[in-house]
């Protein structure tokens, strides 16, 4: 049982950066999923999660209407998808997932599998 996410590197302001993080070892149906990221000398803090039906998703305000986050069940991958690019949103950003079904979990203390992080710098 793991995640494996991918899809970082340096892009310019306003640019995109889709990350990927597949799963392996169980299937998505029955798992919430969250996107984290952590800045140098920042705390970790939520970027977006879905529930398991696909149904309920949350952004941090900062991230509203710029990162769309979704899940391929049959590919086992969950992406988040990152528009307009600011050099804020530079960052270690990690995958997690919790066996919590119908609900987006924004709690990290609730997620119980983790993935490395990506790298995301947004830089000119």
């Known amino acids: 049982v793991q995640l494996q996410a991918s899809g970082g590197g340096l892009v310019q302001p306003g640019g995109s950066l889709r990350l990927s993080c597949a799963a392996s070892g169980f299937a998505l149906d029955y798992y919430a999923f969250g996107w984290f990221r952590q800045a140098p000398g920042k705390e970790r803090e939520g970027v977006s999660c879905?529930?398991?039906?696909?149904?309920?998703?949350f952004y941090r305000d900062s991230v509203k209407g710029r990162f769309t986050i979704s899940k391929d069940n049959a590919k086992t991958t969950v992406y988040l998808q990152m528009n307009s690019l600011k050099p804020e949103d530079t960052a270690v950003y990690s995958c997690a997932a919790t066996n919590i079904v119908l609900s987006a979990v924004r709690d990290p203390t609730m997620y119980t599998i983790w993935g490395q992080g990506t790298l995301v710098t947004v830089s000119s």
């Open positions: 879905i529930s398991s039906d696909d149904v309920t998703t």
